[in-house]
């Protein structure tokens, strides 16, 4: 069982890197505003401007390449 409850509005299944996790972890501790379960927030909102901005989304998909490069450059265990 998970150790937070299923939220109203939320759907699990989204896999990060254990780099991008720390990164996101260590962005929340920086902002002022703390409540539980923040993690899902900012990663939505970070997928919603991505999804919704042509700019970000270009640059998400160059991101995309390097992760895919990165996954094929890490052991499996």
Do not use: H
């Not at 962005?27 to 379960?37: G, Q, Y």
């Not at 927030?41 to 970070?46: E, G, I, K, Q, S």
């Not at 901005?53 to 499996?76: F, I």
């Amino acid at each position: 069982m998970s150790k937070f409850p299923l939220q109203p509005g939320y759907k699990a299944g989204l896999l990060v890197r254990e780099e991008t996790k720390r990164k996101l972890q260590a962005f929340r501790k920086d902002i002022p505003e703390k409540d539980l379960l923040q993690e899902r927030r900012l990663a939505t909102a970070a997928l919603e401007y991505c999804l919704s901005n042509e700019n970000a989304r270009k640059q998400m998909l160059e991101l995309a390449r390097s992760v895919v490069l990165l996954d094929l450059e890490t052991p499996r265990p």
